[in-house]
Every structure is written in structure tokens, then in C-alpha cells.
């Protein structure tokens, strides 16, 4: 009984697809080419290969398969709608969801990479920054299949998954989950794609979770700069040439490696750095895996062990990360009361020798000049100041 009950099942959801793939072409086809769209605006993004529905104000995203097939359309509405409290949907009800993707740009040549992203503002912010091919997966659920459907149709072309880092989400009973993480580095292992996540360097925003925010908060070149530091391949004679690799070529599981490749990518410019005023070691931009700013964990050495193996196929014990991450932390020590006390300019106006009269508001007498003098006596010569400022 189970099989046969299956099989209808599936035959009804075939022709529903169908069904719906045909109603899905044939409004498509209707919709004028050129419009506007306060959403693409609000994402300062344009639209490629899209439809406008001039009525509603909407924008019609196709949803193809690997055979060219319209399947259905996303529907990105201006404003969320009250009866799902969303502004995206997907239309006709039955379509086949599973491994439809918009690909944005001309086919890519062989050997160039080609982009997989979530939403389709996020590939129009990275189409926009790289010119590179995108195919847009629509949701992190997606992002496998559309991964197995650009690996067949472009076999000579390496992956990248520029994914979403969803770094507030959390499951129902409170724990953090990154669903933008988990899924695409799930992807990445099956199909041998490489992974990037967005890294701001302003105070990061909740709710900026993707390259479409970078682009917004920071600009095109800041998608551009992260996404082509793992494109393109590094010059002759660069950094990479230090590594330390096997005789197979694969790379060594040794700290030295470890601390070259913290220390080079630029990925990780400007975030592990070392606090002289706490003794502490600190991330002073979000790192390439997500998160926040702050004092360095345990886990984030455990974060930099799965960033290693899934960028660089380099498997290392966390005491290698520990003792690299400490290296390359020192390497960029910083003092943050040092720093400031080094920026204050006098603006060369005497205020020692009548601080007691005019600040504290102390009658002149003699008794007040004698302590008004030992006192400024003492503040010329602040042995804490002196330490501060000189690091003794």
C-alpha cells in the first residue's frame, strides 16, 4: 500500500507543478519589462531578468530549473503584506520549489567562478560589485540543490557560496542556530564549494545579516574587496608561497601555517589584535565566520579550526589555532588609553598654577598658594601619566 500511495502522491504534485510552472509563464510573459520598485530602491539594487507589476508595485522574479524551465515566480512586494506579514512570496500555489534558481548575468567562462546567494537583493548586490555569474538560491533550504545544479551545469567552474550569516537568529528554545552557516557549509562539503560571509567594519546593525546589507552600509567596494580576496588566486611569490604543504601538495597541520594564513588573508585584516590595557586578546572586527567584535573565546578557536578546514581544507588541533592566534594577536598590540593620551593637543594655555581659585573655587590665601603649588608640583611630575604614555 505504501509505494502505490506514494507514487499518486507524487503524480499529483507533478501535475500541480506543471500546472503552475504554465499559469507562472504565461503572466510572466505579460508583465512589462521595465517599472519601478521602492523595494529594489530601499536595497539601491536594479533589476535583472525580472518582470514589474505596475498595479501592486511588485517585482517578479523567475524561478527556473537546470533546464531552462520556469518553474514559478518570487514575488517581492513593496511593502510586507498584512495577511502574511512578509513581503516576498512565491506564486502559483504547487510549484516545484526545490533547486529553482535566477541566474544573474552571461554564462561564465571556464575556470570563472560562478556565485551562489539566498536572496535575490544579495545577487544583485554581488552581481553588481564582482559582474561575476550568480545564481540566486531564494532561501538557505535551497541552497544545496541549486549548488548540485551549478556544479553539472558548469563542471569547470569553481563555487562560491556567499552566504548569509544570520548571527541573531536563534531556535525556538533560545539556543543561537545560523541557519545561513549551517546550510551552506553543509552545501560546500557536498559539492567542494568555498564559503564567504559578509564582514562589516561599522558597527553592525541586528538585522544586517547579508552582502545586499554590506553593500547598503558600506558600498559596492566592500562586497567587491571580500568576495574577489577568495576569487582570485594570489600573486607569484605572495604569502601563499610560504606555506608549508606535503608532498602531495596538501597543506601541513602546523601552527606556522595556521599563523600565515591569519595573518595574510585578507579576510582577516584588522580583526585579532592584542589589548595592552586588559591583557587580553580581542577581535576588533567581526571575523570571516560571523559575529561580533570583542575578547576572543574558546569558541572562536573552535570557529577558526572549521573556517580553516572548509577554506583552506586544513584540519588543524586547536592548540595550533591558540598559539597562532596569540602570535599574530601581539604582532598587532594596541594600548586604547596609550592611543588616546597620544591624540590630546594642549592648546598651550597655563591652568596648573590657578586650578585651586578657579576650578574649586578656593579663596586666594597663603595657605591655599601652598597647597596650589605642591599640588601642581605633583600633577607635572604623574608618574601614571608617565607610565601610560611610555608603556614602562
Known amino acids: 500500500m505504501g509505494q502505490p500511495i506514494k507514487r499518486r502522491a507524487a503524480e499529483i504534485a507533478n501535475?500541480?507543478?506543471?500546472r503552475a510552472a504554465k499559469r507562472a509563464q504565461s503572466l510572466f510573459e505579460r508583465m512589462p519589462t521595465i517599472g519601478r520598485s521602492?523595494?529594489?530602491?530601499?536595497?539601491?539594487?536594479?533589476?535583472?531578468?525580472?518582470?514589474?507589476?505596475?498595479?501592486?508595485?511588485?517585482?517578479?522574479?523567475?524561478?527556473?530549473?537546470?533546464?531552462?524551465?520556469l518553474m514559478g515566480l518570487q514575488v517581492i512586494f513593496p511593502i510586507k503584506q498584512e495577511d502574511t506579514g512578509r513581503d516576498k512570496s512565491y506564486w502559483p500555489y504547487g510549484m516545484a520549489k526545490e533547486g529553482a534558481f535566477h541566474l544573474l548575468g552571461?554564462?561564465?567562462?571556464?575556470?570563472e567562478p560562478v556565485l551562489v546567494c539566498e536572496g535575490y537583493a544579495t545577487g544583485a548586490s554581488l552581481h553588481m560589485a564582482t559582474s561575476l555569474t550568480v545564481a540566486v538560491a531564494f532561501d538557505a533550504g535551497n541552497l544545496l540543490a541549486v549548488c548540485k545544479a551549478m556544479r553539472e551545469r558548469f563542471a569547470g567552474c569553481p563555487l562560491i557560496i556567499c552566504r548569509d550569516d544570520d548571527w541573531k537568529t536563534t531556535k525556538p528554545n533560545g539556543d543561537a542556530w545560523n541557519p545561513g552557516e549551517e546550510k551552506a557549509s553543509n552545501a560546500a562539503l557536498i559539492v567542494g564549494a568555498q564559503v564567504v560571509a559578509p564582514i562589516f567594519s561599522v558597527e553592525r546593525h541586528d538585522k544586517w545579516t547579508d552582502f545586499n546589507d554590506l553593500h547598503v552600509a558600506e558600498g559596492l567596494d566592500a562586497v567587491r574587496r571580500q568576495v574577489l580576496a577568495v576569487v582570485r588566486p594570489p600573486a607569484a611569490g605572495g604569502w601563499k608561497d610560504q606555506l608549508a604543504r606535503s608532498e602531495s601538495g596538501a597543506l601541513i597541520a602546523h601552527m606556522q601555517n595556521v599563523e600565515l594564513i591569519l595573518a595574510n588573508d585578507e579576510r582577516w585584516a584588522g580583526v585579532i589584535s592584542y589589548s595592552a590595557f586588559s591583557s587580553k586578546i580581542v577581535k576588533l572586527r567581526a571575523a570571516p565566520y560571523g559575529g561580533g567584535t570583542g575578547e576572543w573565546?574558546?569558541?572562536?578557536?573552535?570557529?577558526?579550526?572549521?573556517?580553516?578546514?572548509?577554506?583552506?581544507?586544513?584540519?588543524?588541533?586547536?592548540?595550533?589555532?591558540?598559539?597562532a592566534v596569540s602570535v599574530v594577536a601581539h604582532d598587532h598590540a594596541f594600548h586604547p588609553v596609550r592611543?588616546?593620551?597620544?591624540?590630546?593637543?594642549?592648546?598651550?594655555?597655563?591652568?596648573?598654577?590657578?586650578?585651586?581659585?578657579?576650578?574649586?573655587?578656593?579663596?586666594?590665601?597663603?595657605?591655599?598658594?601652598?597647597?596650589?603649588?605642591?599640588?601642581?608640583s605633583g600633577l607635572r611630575r604623574s608618574s601614571a601619566t608617565r607610565r601610560v604614555a611610555s608603556g614602562g
Open 15 to 18: 501535475n500541480a507543478a506543471r
Open 38 to 69: 521602492d523595494y529594489l530602491d530601499r536595497k539601491q539594487i536594479v533589476g535583472i531578468k525580472v518582470r514589474y507589476a505596475p498595479r501592486t508595485g511588485a517585482v517578479l522574479v523567475p524561478m527556473s530549473d537546470a533546464h531552462n524551465q
Open 339 to 376: 592611543e588616546y593620551l597620544k591624540k590630546l593637543e594642549w592648546d598651550r594655555v597655563p591652568r596648573l598654577e590657578a586650578w585651586l581659585t578657579d576650578v574649586m573655587g578656593v579663596r586666594r590665601s597663603t595657605c591655599s598658594c601652598c597647597v596650589r603649588s605642591a599640588t601642581s
Open 106 to 111: 552571461s554564462y561564465p567562462e571556464p575556470g
Open 297 to 323: 573565546a574558546d569558541i572562536d578557536d573552535m570557529r577558526v579550526m572549521k573556517w580553516l578546514a572548509q577554506q583552506y581544507n586544513l584540519r588543524v588541533k586547536s592548540s595550533h589555532v591558540i598559539e
